[in-house]
């Protein structure tokens, strides 16, 4: 198939489109308007539902219950209205509805500004609602990864019965670039026994998350627990980049992970064997992959645009198993390449002379 | 011999309610379970409980039914339609749920004239938490959070939700009920059964505010809420039809 020049939040709402979304709620916030402003012109073009809700709260519920009687559905947004959306996952992770969920990162906490960010990383891969409970996260960093993940994102939600996430950021929501669709939709048929229909022919079902026996509630936990460690053993996606020779990793995700990229390009010409690791699926982390390197590599460099939230998901994947370096601008700053590439270089100086010793 | 009165079919067999003794909820259901079974629409409802009390109407009611976030049942009602526009879609919710927590998406969805059912059970207390002042609490009714009784100064006045509703062009139907006496009670199956038709003919939203007896919060005996709903709550919530613009 051609390509085509899309900005990224628009790429996203494509993908979805292509992946079979059958509604999209959502509400504007910068930098994530031009996905709303998509899907309001794309989704009656399709046939398909589009609803601009009166809140964010609105605007999960509204997928919570599209969700609830099998349909494909993704509502969108930005930190702010990311935290009104947590009400409305948590939900749905106990009663275990997929949907998919956009997170285009600005600036915070609060009002923040409309930069590009990674500070709600906490929030998207710890559950980030209250209870016990995971949400599937995928960080691209190109046009292209919005793509793949978006469709990736509603296979897994409906694999598992579970809220995925895609967490962008400004940059990669605003930013354009080619992008490729694939020819054909892989069809997987999701059987869906739970959806609701009306009780045609048989009783009628329900679903909650209200469990008020206490043992009931515990098993239910263990069992959403089950869940999240299968999750966890076949769905770790990462990325490497001249990660073979290199005895210092960078790890970063999103764009993040592009600015390593290039940061890494510079100093190798300076000859520093400086390679990435980069986390495609934030939930499950690729815990093991990261020990795994630090039997050859000591030294971790972990690049965020916060002021350090999965620094310690490779503190704990390392398990003192090696040396961890953060570097970190908030705020909404965006590192370049050239800047990045002097404090690796700088650090990757001391290290050494700290092993010359 | 003739079978005059049977359990609706559309509850589920063998199970007692768990409600307080005079609690309007139980009567409701069964209005409900009646309304499905006399409508023969069993098989294309789809009901949305609240949190507070009636959470576990899916025990009761024999239909499908997915549990919403506190005060979200217009939105969760709302992706349910919009998904599957043939189906019958109702959400049953408190004063709480849908006059403090659930009011911009209750007012929203009637703004878009969703078109669903929305059974507003009215009791002027937080019943499940053990009797709060709710939005509709009256004036100078004592709750476990007005202990002194609701004053207007310091509480805000009880805000009353058809009147509200009246003004936006997508409510179709509003109209006021109470379940404190047979009369009433037939009163409140009929505009159960209206709000069901309106949506069967895709007219747009309907909400029917029931006045419902909570006499564990409001600490009087069964009999004494019924007339205290008659004496006392109709005065500030009038009964009767307060929006009709259906075809």
Known sequence: MAKRLMRGNEAIGEAAIFAGCRCYFGYPITPQNELIEYMARRMPEEGRVFIQSESELAAINMVLGASAVGARAMTSSSSPGFSLKQEGISFMAGQELPAVIVNIMRGGPGLGNIAPAQSDYFQATKGGGHGDYHTIVLAPSSGQEMVDLTIEAFRLADLYRNPAIILGDGMLGQMMEPVVFPEHMEKTEFPKEYALTGAKGRPGRFICSLILDTKEMEDHNWKLFRKYELIEKREVRYKTFKLEDADLAVVAYGTAARIAKGAIKRVREEGLRVGLIQPITLWPFPSQFIRKTSRRIKDFFVFEMSTGQMVYDVKLALEGEGRVYFHGRPGGIVTTPLELSRIISRHYYQVKKGKEK | ?247
Request: aromatic content about 8%; charged content about 20%; glycine content about 8%.
């Open chain 2, 1 to 247: 011999m003739k079978k005059v009165y049977a359990r609706p079919k559309s509850f589920k067999q063998g199970i007692s309610f768990h409600y307080c003794p005079g609690c309007g909820h139980s009567i409701i259901h069964k209005l409900i379970a009646q309304v499905i079974d006399e409508l023969g629409i069993r098989e294309k409802v789809i009901g949305v409980p609240p949190c507070g009390c009636a959470v576990l109407a899916y025990n009761y009611l024999d239909i499908d039914m997915v549990e919403a976030p506190h005060g979200r049942g217009a939105a969760v009602a709302t992706g349910i339609k919009r998904v599957l526009p043939h189906n019958l879609v109702f959400s049953y919710q408190g004063d709480g749920d849908l006059a403090a927590i659930g009011t911009a998406e209750t007012i929203h969805a009637a703004n878009r004239s969703e078109n669903i059912s929305i059974f507003f059970i009215n009791n002027a207390v937080y019943g499940m938490t053990g009797g709060q002042m709710a939005p509709t609490t009256l004036l100078g009714q004592k709750t476990s959070t007005s202990p002194a009784g609701r004053e207007a100064k310091r509480d805000g006045y009880p805000i009353n939700m058809c009147d509200l509703l009246a003004t936006l062009k997508g409510a179709v139907y509003l109209e006021r009920t109470a379940v404190n006496s047979p009369a009433n009670i037939m009163k409140t199956k009929k505009a159960i059964t209206r709000s069901f038709q309106i949506q069967r003919e895709n007219q747009g939203f309907s909400l029917i505010d029931i006045l419902s007896p909570c006499p564990t919060n409001w600490r009087m005996s069964p009999v004494e809420s019924c007339r205290w709903i008659d004496e006392v709550m109709i005065k500030s919530y009038p009964l009767g039809v307060v929006k009709d613009a259906t075809k």
